[in-house]
């Protein structure tokens, strides 16, 4: 079965700025007829990392809350901790960071902001999917209890996924710190004696007691460890380390599976918007963001989360790369981009897998909204 997505590009006239002109998208899309009044709408963003400039434009942010209003929904702006420290690595540094870069009571029609996985991202709802490598996920509670979810994702490039859009924007952003840390690896997190102190903050803080001093260095239980990451954040000399042993493909497959549990019991009630700017080639999560690889290309909306991202990596890939960026190769209309980028990563096994699970397809019709034209003739000077 075919779905829809709809496609525009970033023309503006006088007659309809581009942020009216994302509005008419929504619309026509369908966001008013998935959501109720008095719905709890999740509107489900990346605030871009402290030092990141390549995160979504407040502005468009601002007209899709303002459009979800109008229908009587009460949305709020969310994200979930990350599990590496940083600036997002608690709900304190995590909000700050989100004013900082603009996302602002003011600036977003006094729309909350709630980071759905609590203070130190232990806040959970543990959700039953029985797949092939997750029986379980963990996703921010605040998400899960919500009426309903907007996605709006940065199209971009992305280390381990190839590219990052809809799906990872739900799988990995949705998880708690916990969840990541499933997606990220099979092992406990290791110690790299030479930077640790024997301060003990990770014994401290960690929830079942599985950390130690062996000779005033930490040492992890690997048999007692849950995976939360706490040790992770709460070290100040940077030893506690995620071992990265995932391989590509299973890494893929869980954030499909937990995707599948974010999108669980709202399958009537979730929208995906995919802006397609600023086109970096790595995540909004790191602390810069390198020259984009393409132009900006448009903002695309569907009701279907494989669809969508499927689409968005298409238009990228009919591009001309842009002469300057670190593409050197596959720069051509119609050749690969994302692999240009990462050569290793097969980035379509991520789409194949959702439409394994019934997430959504890889087949859609891509429909244009088009600009308005001008109301009057612009003439040329005598």
């Not at 998208?25 to 871009?48: N, R, S, T, Y």
């Not at 799906?167 to 990541?180: D, E, F, I, P, V």
């Not at 097969?346 to 308005?372: M, N, P, R």
């Amino acid at each position: 079965m075919t779905s829809k997505v709809y496609f525009t590009d970033f023309r503006a006239t006088s007659r309809e700025s581009l942020v009216e002109k994302l509005a008419r998208l929504c619309e026509i899309a369908g966001i008013k007829d998935m959501l109720g009044k008095e719905d709890l709408a999740a509107v489900k963003i990346h605030f871009g990392e402290k030092g990141n400039t390549a995160f979504i434009r407040p502005p468009y942010i601002r007209k899709i809350i303002e459009c979800i209003k109008e229908t009587g929904a009460k949305p709020f702006l969310t994200d979930a901790n990350t599990l590496y420290a940083g600036s997002r690595s608690d709900s304190v540094s995590h909000i700050k960071t989100a004013i900082d870069n603009g996302f602002s009571y003011s600036s977003m029609d006094a729309t909350p902001l709630i980071i759905a996985d609590g203070l130190r991202g232990k806040s959970e709802t543990k959700i039953k999917i029985d797949q092939k490598n997750c029986s379980h996920v963990y996703i921010g509670s605040e998400i899960f209890n919500a009426d309903a979810l907007i996605s709006v994702a940065h199209f971009k490039g992305h280390e381990l996924a190839g590219f990052g859009g809809t799906l990872k924007n739900l799988g990995m952003g949705c998880a708690s710190r916990r969840g990541k840390m499933v997606q990220h690896s099979s092992v406990s997190p290791k110690v790299k004696r030479k930077n640790c102190i024997g301060c003990s903050e990770c014994i401290n803080h960690c929830p079942v007691e599985a950390i130690m001093l062996k000779e005033k260095k930490a040492y992890i239980d690997s048999k007692k460890c849950i995976g939360c990451g706490e040790c992770i954040i709460r070290c100040p000399s940077d030893a506690v380390k995620i071992r990265w042993n995932q391989d590509i493909p299973l890494f893929l497959e869980k954030m499909v599976e937990y995707t599948e549990g974010v999108l669980k019991g709202k399958k009537n009630k979730s929208f995906f918007i995919n802006i397609v700017a600023d086109i970096s080639p790595t995540c909004d999560c790191l602390p810069y963001n390198d020259y984009p690889i393409v132009k900006d290309i448009g903002i695309l909306a569907s009701k279907d989360p494989v669809a969508i991202d499927q689409a968005s990596v298409d238009l990228v890939n009919n591009e001309e790369a842009l002469p300057g960026s670190v593409l050197k190769c596959n720069k051509n209309k119609g050749e690969d981009k994302i692999k240009g980028l990462y050569p290793n990563i097969e980035w379509q096994y991520q789409l194949d897998y959702a439409q394994s699970l019934g997430i959504g397809t890889c087949d859609y019709k891509l429909e244009k909204v088009e600009t308005l034209s001008y109301d009057v003739q612009i003439k040329s000077r005598p």
